[in-house]
C-alpha cells in the first residue's frame, strides 16, 4: 500500500562503525571522491584566510566562510589577499586554477592538512561549493578554542547541471526573508536551480506595471480552505480570512541578487494557458467566457484558463513576459503548462476558429500552437522554455524544455525527441506529500513519500540509450503549497528530504549509500538545530 517501504525493511543492517576520524566527516551530499587524512587543522584567532589578490568573488565567499568559522568556533578569520606563489602554514586559501582544471563549473578540489587547507576550483562557483563543505567540516555546534577541521582530500563535482528545488508562493504566499531563507538552504545543500512558482489559481504574485490588477485584485483571495482536499464549494469550509501577498519588481531583482550571489539560478514560472484564475479575475477578458471570476480559494484544477482564440490573450502574455524576462538572468522561463482542461476550448466560437484556421486537430494541438507562439516570443529575447510535461501532447515546442511530473514518461519521451529533460516524478519527489502515515503527519496531499524513498530516486532512467541520457539535465523536488500556510511548516516538509535530494543530484551514482546517508544525517540534524530550522522527526520512521 501506500505505506511500506521494502528498501527499509530489507536493507542491510547497518552495523556501527569504531569512531575512527573519517566518522567525524559528515557532508551531505557526499562529494565524488573523498579520502579522510591523519589530523586535523586546527583554527585560532590567528587563523586567516587568503583569497586571490582583486578577486571579488573570492573575496565575498572568504567573507562567508569567516562568517561561518565564526559561529562554530568563535573566532572570526580575517580575509587578505593572498600573496602569489607563497603559502603561509595555518592559512586557509581559496583559490582559482590556472590554467583551467577539468573540474568543471561547479567542480573543486579540497585539501585540508594540519599546517593548511587549500581550496581550489576553475571557477568560483567552485569555491562556493567546495566552501560548503569546508562549512560541514566545522563543529555544528560552538566548540570554541578546540575548533578544527579534519584532514581530508576531496576532489568533487556535481552529477547534473540543473539541481532544482521548486517553491509554490501562490497558494500560500512567502515573504521575502523567507525565500532569501530558502535559497540559503539550497546553497548549503549545493543545489543550484530555485524553480519560482509565481503564477496560479490562488494567487498571482509578480508585480506587473502594464497590468496593476494582476496584483490589485489577483494577488488576494477572500479566504482559504480548510480540511481535506476537495473541490466543495460550500462556504462553511472557508476560514473567510484574506489572504495573499505579491514581490514588487525591486524584491524580485533583490532575491535574484541573493541567489545569484550565492549561484543559485531563480527560475520564474508564469503558467499559461492553466491555473489562470488569479489572472483572469483582474482581466475576464483573457478567458473563454469573459467571466467574472473570483480568485480561488480552494484547490485543484480550473475550467477557465486563458483563451486561445483571442489575440489579447497572446499580447497579455508576451507583455507580462517582456517585464518577468529582464528580471532573471536564468536563461530558461519556465511557461507551466500543466492540468490546463480544454472544457472552455471546445465551445468557445474563438478557439474552435482558430482549430480551423491553423488546420489543427483538436484543442490539444491547439495548446501546442499557443505554447509553440510563446517560445518564437521567449526565443526571439534570447531565452528559451521549460513547460510541465503536457506540453508533449499535441506536439513539442521546438525548443522547450520539459519537466517530467506525471512520472518519468514524459521525460522519457522527451529526451527519445531530443529535448532536455528535468526530472521531478511526483513518486519521488513531492515533497508536498507525507513524510509517515497521514495519522501521525500534518494535513497533506499525495500519499506516503518516505525519505528512504527520495533518496532512492534516480533521475536517469536506465532504458536510455547513452545518447538520450544526456538530455536528462537533472533533478528536482517540489513543494506545492496548498495545505502548507507558515514557514515552520515549509521547513518541516522540506528537511530532511532536501538532503536526500541532493545527494541524488550531486552525488555520483555509485557513491550514493543509504546507511552512510542516514548516519551522516544524524550530524545534518544538529546542523539544522543550529540554524533554528525545523525538520520532520518522523522522517526515519520505518513503516512495513
Ligand atoms: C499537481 S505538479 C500540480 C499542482 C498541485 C500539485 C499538488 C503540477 C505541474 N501541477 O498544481 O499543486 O499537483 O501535488
Same mark, same amino acid.
Given at each position: ?350 478557439? &474552435? @476558429?482558430?482549430?480551423? %484556421? /491553423?488546420?489543427?486537430?483538436? *484543442? ?8 509553440? #507562439? =510563446? ?100 533533478? &528536482? @523536488?517540489?513543494?506545492? %503549497? /496548498?495545505?502548507?500556510?507558515? *514557514? ?8 530532511? #528530504? =532536501? ?46
Amino acid at each position: 500500500g501506500l505505506i511500506g517501504s521494502t528498501m527499509l525493511a530489507t536493507g542491510p543492517a547497518y552495523s556501527q562503525q569504531p569512531i575512527t576520524s573519517q566518522q567525524t566527516i559528515a557532508i551531505i551530499p557526499q562529494p565524488a571522491r573523498l579520502t579522510a587524512g591523519s589530523g586535523s587543522f586546527a583554527i585560532t584567532a590567528g587563523t586567516k584566510i587568503y583569497v586571490d589578490a582583486k578577486n571579488a568573488e573570492l573575496n565575498r565567499i572568504g567573507q562567508t566562510l569567516s562568517q561561518e568559522i565564526k559561529k562554530a568556533a568563535g573566532v572570526q578569520p580575517q580575509v587578505v589577499p593572498a600573496v602569489p606563489g607563497k603559502r603561509a602554514t595555518g592559512g586557509i586559501y581559496l583559490t582559482l586554477l590556472e590554467p583551467v582544471d577539468t573540474l568543471g563549473t561547479e567542480g573543486y578540489k579540497l585539501s585540508v592538512q594540519p599546517t593548511q587547507v587549500v581550496l581550489a576550483a576553475s571557477k568560483p562557483q567552485g569555491v562556493f561549493m567546495g566552501m560548503q563543505s569546508i562549512r560541514q567540516l566545522l563543529p555544528t555546534q560552538g566548540a570554541g578554542a578546540t575548533a578544527s577541521l579534519p584532514a581530508v582530500e576531496i576532489v568533487d563535482e556535481p552529477r547534473y547541471e540543473w539541481r532544482g528545488m521548486h517553491l509554490d508562493v501562490c497558494r500560500h504566499f512567502f515573504s521575502v526573508d523567507f525565500v532569501k531563507k530558502y535559497i540559503d538552504y539550497l546553497a548549503m545543500h549545493k543545489l543550484n536551480t530555485f524553480h519560482w512558482h509565481l503564477t496560479d489559481d490562488q494567487g498571482w504574485r509578480i508585480e506587473i506595471k502594464k497590468y496593476p490588477k494582476l496584483t490589485e485584485i489577483g494577488a488576494w483571495r477572500d479566504g482559504s480552505l480548510i480540511g481535506r482536499y476537495t473541490n466543495a464549494k460550500a462556504d462553511s469550509q472557508y476560514d473567510n480570512i484574506r489572504h495573499g501577498g505579491f514581490y514588487t519588481q525591486e524584491q524580485i531583482k533583490e532575491v535574484v541578487k541573493y541567489a545569484q550571489d550565492r549561484y543559485i539560478t531563480v527560475v520564474p514560472e508564469i503558467e499559461m494557458p492553466g491555473h489562470a484564475v488569479a489572472a483572469l479575475a483582474g482581466y475576464p477578458e483573457l478567458s473563454c467566457t469573459g467571466g467574472p471570476f473570483k480568485v480561488e480559494r480552494t484547490w485543484g484544477v480550473f475550467d477557465d484558463i486563458f483563451c486561445a482564440g483571442n489575440e489579447q490573450t497572446f499580447t497579455f502574455l508576451q507583455d507580462v513576459l517582456s517585464e518577468v524576462m529582464p528580471l532573471f538572468p536564468s536563461k530558461i522561463i519556465h511557461i507551466g503548462g500543466d492540468e490546463a482542461p480544454k472544457t472552455r476550448w471546445k465551445t468557445c466560437p474563438k478557439c &474552435q @476558429a482558430r482549430i480551423k %484556421t /491553423e488546420h489543427l486537430k483538436d *484543442e490539444h494541438e491547439l495548446q501546442s500552437y499557443f505554447v509553440q #507562439r =510563446m517560445e518564437k516570443f521567449v526565443n526571439s529575447k534570447g531565452k528559451t522554455i521549460i513547460g510541465w510535461d503536457e506540453i508533449l501532447e499535441g506536439g513539442l515546442a521546438p525548443n522547450a524544455a520539459v519537466m517530467s511530473w506525471r512520472g518519468m514518461e514524459g521525460g522519457i519521451a522527451a529526451a527519445k525527441q531530443k529535448h532536455n529533460v528535468v526530472m521531478t516524478p511526483g513518486s519521488h519527489v513531492y515533497i508536498d506529500y507525507a513524510q509517515d502515515v497521514a495519522s501521525v503527519e500534518p494535513l497533506s496531499i499525495g500519499g506516503y513519500l518516505p525519505l528512504s524513498k527520495v533518496y532512492s530516486f534516480e533521475p536517469t532512467p536506465k532504458d536510455l540509450t547513452a545518447e538520450e541520457k544526456k538530455y536528462i539535465i537533472g533533478g &528536482q @523536488a517540489n513543494l506545492w %503549497t /496548498e495545505y502548507i500556510g507558515t *514557514e515552520k511548516h515549509v521547513e518541516y516538509m522540506v528537511f530532511p #528530504r =532536501m538532503s536526500a535530494l541532493a545527494e541524488v543530484v550531486w552525488t555520483p551514482a555509485s557513491e550514493k549509500n543509504w546507511p552512510s546517508f542516514k548516519e551522516r544525517m544524524q550530524t545534518q540534524y544538529q546542523r539544522y538545530e543550529a540554524m533554528g530550522a525545523n525538520y520532520a522527526r518522523s522522517a526515519f520512521t520505518v513503516r512495513q
